[in-house]
């Protein structure tokens, strides 16, 4: 089943002051226009009626006494400009027409009967494409009709003018409305624009990281639960990175003990059964391992804090990755550069180091051995250049579900779970050191097989 797409919020809110503004401003238009156009044409009746029966009464009061000149009668009678009279002679049955153009044809029949009939009668109609008012004065104190046509053209110009004048007012309100709630929409986010990037400065590790006081009562609230989370998040965290500290530095004593009895025991080896000196290269695998453990968890835990500065410097990769290959046992491994590559990083040469170690000897304990290191530039168009270091390997390589997580402390990949030696931090390590440079640390396939860790930092060389 598909699902819906959901508007985003500004998008709803400003939708809705444009749905209210034109529900508002078509029922108001709506209303204008009808009460407008009832005026126009109630007023233009009224008018209209006045006029018809003031020319009936002047045509019958002389009608009496000049009923032979009914045709000078009619043709002298005045009408609106475009309008037309007709007189009816009942005795004689005979029309006489003011324009020649407009006969008693030109007149709904219905309304000629009706008002011949004695009863006066009012309508209207069209001829071609305009539209009269018609109506008929029956006077049958003479036995006679009068028909008089008035043009309604101007106030249906004017009712048309008014109702284009409403749609275009509607449209601008809508568009108004659009503006304000788009307005409105964006001083509503901008709190929870500021929630958002304080949560996300948060999570990038700037845990002192708080909003600023509202004047708002209701935003005021958020701003203090905000901040109260901020506070037991800051403090939880603090707390259990000064207890993984303390922990480390205590045990550093221990550790240092056992490894001070371990070389005893290993100086008078030769006195030692064979099984006891099984059990002594255990123990002092084992110790060594443990003494590794402890000081990754110490270095994490100042990466943690915080309290470890960075002393940038540009480094040339090639030259230095051969020698921290040749310091790590690593000597057969290839270091290729790209033509397009300084092969140039500006970085903290104790940390890199760090990072290219561990990157090394997690390809020897668990890809048998570090094959090639590539050095890649990147360039994009957003941001500054970078430049990839590369460590692959021919070991089994790391599955796609693994890859987010072989970065996690004390995780481990399939293959590393089936293999002794290492802490489970080193990768850890790693990505925190990459990340303390503003880089990036993640695993994909290598081209000859195997796995492919790669470490993205910035380059350097640049002024």
């Not at 007149?107 to 008012?133: C, H, K, M, N, W």
């Not at 639960?225 to 530095?249: G, K, L, P, W, Y």
């Not at 048998?368 to 390997?393: C, K």
Request: charged share 25%; hydrophobic share 45%.
């Amino acid at each position: 089943m598909a699902r819906s797409v959901r508007l985003p919020l500004r998008t709803r809110v400003t939708l809705l002051f444009v749905l209210v503004g034109l529900v508002t401003s078509l029922a108001l238009s709506l209303v204008s226009f009808l009460v407008a156009r009832s005026y126009l044409l109630e007023r233009r009746d009224d008018v209209v009626e006045r006029q018809a029966v003031t020319n009936a009464e002047l045509v019958r009061s002389q009608l009496a006494s000049r009923r032979s000149e009914a045709f000078e009668l009619i043709s002298t009678t005045r009408t609106e400009q475009g309008g037309f009279a007709v007189l009816h002679l009942g005795r004689e049955d005979l029309f006489f027409s003011q324009d020649l153009r407009f006969t008693q044809g030109a007149f709904p029949a219905e309304l000629l009967r009706s008002t011949i009939d004695g009863v006066s009668s009012y309508q209207r109609f069209s001829l071609g494409d305009d539209t009269f008012i018609a109506i008929g004065i029956a006077m049958p104190s003479v036995d006679a009709a009068y028909f008089e046509a008035f043009p309604v053209g101007d106030e249906q110009r004017a009712i048309t003018v008014i109702g284009s004048a409403l749609v275009i007012g509607t449209l601008v309100i809508g568009l108004i409305s659009g503006l304000v709630g788009w307005a409105v929409s964006r001083r509503l986010m901008r709190p929870l624009v500021r929630v958002t990037e304080a949560a996300g400065a948060i999570a990038a590790g700037g845990l002192d990281v708080r909003l600023e006081s509202e004047g708002d009562p209701d935003l005021s609230t958020l701003v203090t639960a905000f901040n109260d989370m901020a506070d037991a998040v800051q403090s939880r965290i603090e707390r259990e990175t000064r207890f993984a500290s303390d922990v480390s530095h205590e045990l550093r004593s221990p550790i240092t003990a056992l490894a001070a009895a371990v070389e005893v025991l290993d100086a008078r080896r030769a006195d030692l059964p064979d099984r006891t000196q099984q059990a002594l290269d255990v123990v002092s695998s084992q110790v060594r391992r443990f003494d590794q453990m402890v000081l990754d968890l110490l270095e994490l835990s100042r990466l943690d804090v915080g309290i470890t500065d960075l002393h940038r410097e540009d480094i040339d990769l090639a030259p230095f990755i051969a020698r921290i290959a040749q310091r790590y046992g690593s000597t057969d491994v290839r270091v290729e550069v790209a033509p397009d590559c300084s092969g140039v990083v500006n970085a903290d040469k104790r940390r890199l180091e760090r990072i290219v170690a561990n990157l090394l000897d997690n390809a020897r304990l668990h890809g048998g051995g570090a094959t090639r290191v590539t050095i890649e530039r990147f360039a994009s168009a957003s941001g500054p250049a970078h430049v990839r270091l590369g460590v692959e390997d021919s070991g089994p390589g790391v599955s796609p579900s693994e890859r987010a997580r072989i970065f996690e402390r004390f995780a481990r990949g399939s293959a590393g779970r089936s293999r002794a030696g290492g802490t489970g931090l080193g990768l850890a390590l790693v990505a925190e050191h990459a990340r303390s440079h503003g880089g990036l640390a993640w695993v994909e396939d290598s081209p000859s097989g195997g796995a492919r860790f790669v470490v993205q930092l910035p380059e350097g060389g640049r002024t």
